[in-house]
């Protein structure tokens, strides 16, 4: 996996978050609508079958329909997001070296910064850079 796929992993949280933020407001807009004033036609239930008219509420229907596929679109954004992140946090979970592993877990799924990382694990941040640079390294070696 590229350097810049892993670094996307916080952005990708936060977006989740956010949606999932936005659909609660969907909702309650929803819930929110107002009901509109109608009426139906249609026959009586019992003979003779005469046509009337029958007063009804209802809500904007067309403004619920765009609620509802903002919803929609919105889920289906998570849904792949959750994907990214389960693929990037697979990916990091894999590493065999136990030191990358808690290097890559701090500065692509924490979010530190190198010199954190290295105070943490009480290395020097050149040498968390350089494991990190050696990862990729020998990742794309592999792949070559």
């Known amino acids: 996996m590229k350097k810049e796929k892993l670094k996307q992993y916080r952005g990708l949280t936060k977006e989740i978050a956010r949606l999932e933020r936005a ?10 609508l107002p009901a509109i004033p109608g009426k139906v036609e249609g026959s009586r239930s ?7 008219s029958i007063p009804v509420m ?7 329909d765009e609620i509802k596929r903002q919803i929609k679109r919105k889920k ?3 849904k792949i997001n959750q994907q990214k992140v389960k693929r990037i946090e697979k990916y990091i979970s894999g590493i065999d070296d136990s030191i990358n592993r808690q290097i890559f ?40």
Do not use: C, W
């Not at 659909?23 to 929110?32: P, V």
């Not at 500065?107 to 105070?119: H, T």
């Open 58 to 64: 209802a809500t904007d229907a067309t403004r619920a």
């Open 46 to 52: 019992e003979h003779p079958y005469t046509l009337q």
């Open 76 to 78: 289906y954004r998570i």
């Open 23 to 32: 659909i609660e407001k969907h909702y309650a807009e929803l819930e929110a």
């Open 105 to 144: 877990e701090m500065i692509f799924l924490d979010g530190m910064s190198y010199e954190n990382v290295a105070n943490v694990l009480r290395y020097s941040k050149t040498a968390v850079a350089m494991r990190v640079k050696r990862h990729f390294e020998n990742v794309n070696n592999v792949n070559v």
